[in-house]
């Protein structure tokens, strides 16, 4: 009896949604990505931030997801390979984990191109046990704290701009309410 020598040419890779900053700078290798959204959850202005957008007098605001069984968020997924994986992993794990207090969960991502079936991806979600956990405000109280804070990675106010010129170019049919209300409000009080 002759044995198959079977061979796999598909190296194992990771899918890594992100929903806040990395939507615009994942700042890791990766092999490619898609635009699309996970079920479940809503994108709220809830987590604290002492390190990138604030300090520890004055922490920025920045995304987290709470359980919303009715909602979507959308984002990017980025597929990192098996040689780019560890890398990926170790930078995200100091950004997000270390750095910003943010645990780790699978979740399922639907890819907005019809072409691609949905994809199981590591999200990086702030619980409210963190200790620098915010929790929920009026959009005029979350955009009065951001527009006053930074952190070494620059202006509070950038992140949120960003993040809503990202929703605007990439998923002009999505309505982020929470989003767009303390844009709407951080560049009122800027004017």
């Not at 949604?17 to 635009?35: A, E, I, M, Q, T």
């Not at 709470?66 to 980025?78: K, L, N, P």
Request: hydrophobic share 40%; proline share 4%; with cysteine.
């Amino acid at each position: 009896m002759k044995l198959l020598d079977i061979t796999v040419s598909e190296k194992p890779s990771l899918w890594i949604f992100g929903y806040g900053s990395l939507v615009w700078k994942p700042d890791f290798k990766y092999k490619r990505n898609y635009v699309g959204y996970i079920k479940g959850f809503s994108r709220r202005f809830w987590h604290g931030d002492n390190f990138h957008r604030g300090d520890k007098d004055l922490p920025g605001r920045v995304v987290t997801l709470v359980e919303d069984h009715d909602a979507c968020t959308w984002g990017v997924a980025y597929e990192v390979t098996d040689s780019q994986m560890d890398e990926s992993l170790q930078y995200l794990n100091v950004r997000e984990a270390v750095l910003g207090g943010y645990a780790t969960k699978m979740v399922e991502f639907t890819p907005r191109e019809k072409c691609q079936g949905s994809l199981l991806a590591l999200v990086y979600i702030a619980t409210s046990d963190n200790p620098i956990y915010l929790g929920p405000a009026t959009p005029t109280e979350i955009a009065s704290q951001i527009a006053i804070c930074r952190g070494n990675t620059g202006h509070n106010i950038e992140y949120l701009l960003r993040l809503a010129e990202f929703m605007r170019l990439y998923c002009p049919e999505v309505e982020d309410d929470h989003l767009f209300s303390i844009e709407a409000a951080a560049l009122a009080l800027l004017i």
